[in-house]
C-alpha cells in the first residue's frame, strides 16, 4: 500500500484476533481491511451500505450483483476488485460463465436480457456522461424492471467508489488461492467485516467444525483399522 502509517497501524480488539487467525492458518489478508478499519465512524457505514447493496432484497440475484461487480471493476481498470468479486460470483455462479462475461458478455452464454445489462454497465464504467434515455428505455424492452435497473447501477456505483478506494491507496493484488479464499469467506460471512464479537465467533465456530470433523474421520478411520486387524475369535462347533 502507498498508505503506510495506515497499513502499519497496529490492529486492536476483534481485529487484532482476526489477522492473528488468518496469519496463523497462512492466509493473507487482504489489504483493504487496513483501509476498513481505519476511521471506523465512516467505515461502520460503509460496510453496512455495500451489505445491503450487494446482499439486500434485490431482482438480481447476490451472483449476478457479484459479477456486476467484478465485470465493472474489470472495465475499471481495478485488479483487485475485479478479481476479488470474480471468485464470489464464480461461488454462486459457473465459473466458465464467470470468465465469459469478464471477457466479453457479447460472446458469453448469457441470454439477450443479461446481455443487454451488462452493455449498460459497461458504458457506466467507460462513459457514463453518455448514458441517456435511450439506453434505460432499451434495458426496459429487455425486460428489466426500473428496480433491477435502479439495483444494477448501484452495484456499479459502490463499485467504482471501491476502484476508486483501493487504486488510489496502492492495494495490491493477491494469488488466485487467497482471492478464492476471500471469496469464499464474503460468499459465508457478507459484507460487514467488522470483527465484532458475533463474527469472530463465527469464524472460530466454523474453524471448530472443521477441526472436529477432521478429528472424528480420523477417529473412525482408527477404529476400522482397528476391527480389520483383530482376528475372529475361533468358532466352537463341539
Known sequence: MYLKEI???PAEGMAKIAFKELRDSGEAIPE?????????RSTDHLVRFTE???RGPSPLS???RELIGAYFSRKNHCSFCSDAHAASAAGYLEEGLVKEVLRNPETSRLDAAHKALFGYIGK??????RVTDADIQKLKEAGWSEEAIYDALTVAAVFKFYNTWNNGS????MTSADYLF????LNTLGYCMDFKLTRLARLLARKFRAVAGFLLRRRRVA???AWANKKPASADFA
Do not use: D, N, W, Y
Open 182 to 185: 476471500s471469496g469464499k469467506v
Open 223 to 225: 477404529k476400522t483399522q
Open 170 to 173: 496502492g492495494v495490491r493484488s
Open 124 to 129: 457506466l464504467a467507460e462513459q457514463p456522461s
Open 7 to 9: 497499513e502499519t497501524r
Open 62 to 64: 447476490p451472483g449476478m
Open 52 to 54: 445491503e447493496v450487494m
Open 32 to 40: 483493504i481491511l487496513h483501509l476498513f478499519r481505519f476511521k471506523r
